[in-house]
């Protein structure tokens, strides 16, 4: 019994120990040197930013620069392998993850802002948006006071649920805000008429579009709400992985890797229905290609 | 690990007169209006299915096994989506049935089939000499039910039947899935806004404590009010 008892207390110490030796990996590089392993986040429905291509692989714009990150990590460490796990992350759950070791790098469209900016690292933004509208092609809405009477919904845990909701209800605009579990459930529900509108940044819905099954039967409408800029995220307080990571952006920048890349995920047919989503480079990213800016939305 | 709390987000606006706390507030009344009413349904339906499974038709009780069976073999975020996604397909009116009364028919009619189990084990604890009592007196089968069974069958489940209310205010979270502003939906996207996930997800936390907690003690009240003096349950 005694010993059973001394078994359960070492069992737990050596528990708590793993916890801990988790916790104490404060450096990125650290861990991945140490554990051989670097983890990449993804998203399943970003596109195209990151998701799930049609044989459930992750993939997208966001992908490919963080599997160059990796690579870079791996010949700067002076890895012989570098074994590089995928972890799927909701809207919800990105930053927790992040912040406890679960994945150590994240490539998708999330928006660098200040409250976000207090829990984690931006590397320099990559993408601009704005908040505008996916409605039926047959719908008359084309802008936020069309939506008057009517039911407009936008993913929870989003920034783009926040300012429309403070919009609505300052100007008193009457519109019937829900939020959805995800982007693909908020697409479903104008898709089967439940929502009349789905407000979430620009470039998702472009991506969510392409990847409905008739494209032509939906549209991207109104004046952007407000432009903000994504970036790739990554622990807080980690300056020597910051660098990598912001290394590799600015080389890819400055080789014309990065404008390569943006014309194949953006203007070009892409996975898994192979349509362009035409979205030409905005003038803000153009303005941070040389200024190589991580400022966070207002 | 140092953290330092702190609560005074809940004033802040979030447009117009509305702050994080007024928002709060009206997420916790839907997460009870949804528990009242799925119980309420659930309570009904779970009733008059558990009392059939305990008759002697064999229809009534082939009935209620199917109709327990389905409701309880089939996760309730399933059942939820099936409601909102896939039967409005074959049945068009209910994409015209507000959001709310897909939530509660879906928790409703799934806690129905752990409360028909209350109810169908309540009864068949009783004693056999209790049905027959009644039938010699000569009650028919409703009265048998209605002045015999039910009232000391209801009495043996209450602790398990307040399990279930207890439950349903816990399961009630699953409404978010269908765009419900409840409270799991306010902790998801207010922690968003406001990077204070701890003070949220406690304040939540305690609330779904609160709610719960109360049932219990509602359904003591109750018990020790229906309460038979010197009754105990022992089989002869």
Same mark, same amino acid.
């Given at each position: 019994m005694l010993k059973n008892l001394r078994l359960t207390f070492l069992y737990f110490a050596i528990v708590l120990g793993l916890f801990a030796g988790v916790a104490q990996a404060d450096s990125t590089l650290d861990k991945i040197k140490s554990s051989g392993t670097i983890t990449l986040a993804y998203r399943e429905s970003s596109v195209p930013f990151s998701y799930l291509?049609?044989?459930?692989?992750?993939?997208?714009?966001?992908?490919?620069?963080?599997?160059?990150?990796?690579?870079?990590?791996?010949?700067?460490?002076?890895?012989k392998s570098l074994d590089i796990k995928t972890q799927a992350v909701t809207s919800q759950n990105r930053i927790p993850l992040l912040q406890n070791g679960t994945v150590d790098i994240e490539c998708g469209s999330t928006t660098n802002n200040k409250t976000r900016g207090?829990?984690?690292?931006?590397?320099?933004?990559?993408?601009?948006? =704005?908040?505008?509208?996916?409605?039926?092609?047959?719908?008359?809405?084309?802008?936020?006071?069309? *939506? #008057?009477?009517?039911? *407009?919904?936008?993913?929870?845990?989003?920034?783009?649920?926040?300012?429309?909701?403070?919009?609505?209800?300052? #100007?008193?605009?009457?519109?019937?805000?829900? =939020?959805? #579990?995800?982007?693909?459930?908020?697409?479903l529900m104008v898709a089967e008429g439940k929502a009349d509108a789905f407000g979430m940044d620009d470039i998702l819905l472009y991506g969510l579009k392409a990847a409905a099954k008739n494209p032509q039967d939906f549209k991207v409408v109104g004046e952007a709400i407000q432009v903000e800029p994504y970036g790739i995220m990554i622990r807080k307080n980690d300056p020597e992985f910051q660098k990598l990571v912001n290394g590799v952006l600015a080389d890819i920048i400055k080789s014309g890797t990065f404008t390569k890349l943006y014309t194949k995920w953006f203007m070009s047919p892409i996975p898994p229905n192979g349509i362009a989503l035409k979205a030409p480079m905005s003038k803000d990213l153009k303005a941070n290609l040389t200024a190589l800016s991580d400022k966070p939305a207002n | 690990m140092h953290y330092t709390f702190n609560w005074s987000f809940f004033f802040k606006s979030i447009g117009g007169k509305e702050t994080y706390l007024t928002w709060l507030v009206t997420a916790w009344e839907w997460t009870l209006t949804i528990s009242f009413f799925g119980f309420l349904v659930a309570f009904i339906l779970g009733a008059i299915v558990g009392i059939f499974r305990t008759t002697n038709n064999k229809y009534l009780v082939t009935f209620g096994n199917i109709w327990t069976e389905i409701f309880r073999n089939i996760p309730l975020l399933v059942q939820i989506f099936l409601w909102y996604h896939v039967i409005p397909h074959f049945i068009p009116i209910i994409n015209k049935a507000p959001r709310i009364v897909l939530v509660v028919m879906a928790i409703g009619l799934f806690t129905s089939s752990r409360v028909s189990e209350n109810f169908k084990s309540g009864i068949q604890s009783l004693s056999i000499a209790q049905k027959h009592a009644g039938l010699a007196l000569g009650l028919n089968t409703l009265q048998l039910y209605w002045y015999a069974l039910l009232p000391q069958a209801i009495r043996i489940i209450i602790p398990t039947l307040t399990s279930e209310a207890m439950n349903i205010i816990k399961n009630s979270s699953v409404a978010f899935a269908i765009s419900i502003a %409840?409270?799991?939906?306010?902790?998801?996207?207010?922690? %968003?806004?406001?990077?204070?996930?701890? %003070?949220? +997800?406690?304040?939540?936390?305690?609330? +779904?404590?609160?709610?719960?907690?109360?049932? @219990?003690?509602?359904?003591?009240?109750? %018990?020790?009010?229906?309460?038979?003096? @010197?009754?105990?349950?022992?089989?002869?």
């Open positions: 291509d049609d044989k459930g692989k992750p993939t997208g714009f966001g992908w490919e620069i963080c599997n160059m990150i990796a690579n870079k990590a791996k010949t700067q460490l002076g890895l207090e829990q984690v690292q931006f590397a320099t933004n990559y993408f601009y948006t =704005g908040t505008r509208f996916l409605v039926k092609s047959s719908s008359p809405v084309k802008s936020l006071p069309d *939506l #008057k009477g009517k039911t *407009l919904v936008i993913t929870t845990g989003t920034t783009n649920y926040e300012i429309v909701r403070n919009l609505i209800a300052e #100007k008193n605009l009457g519109i019937n805000l829900i =939020g959805a #579990k995800d982007h693909n459930d908020a697409f | %409840e409270l799991t939906m306010f902790a998801m996207q207010a922690q %968003e806004e406001t990077a204070r996930g701890i %003070e949220i +997800y406690l304040v939540v936390s305690v609330l +779904y404590f609160i709610s719960a907690f109360a049932v @219990n003690l509602i359904s003591q009240f109750i %018990e020790h009010k229906i309460k038979i003096p @010197n009754q105990t349950f022992v089989k002869q």
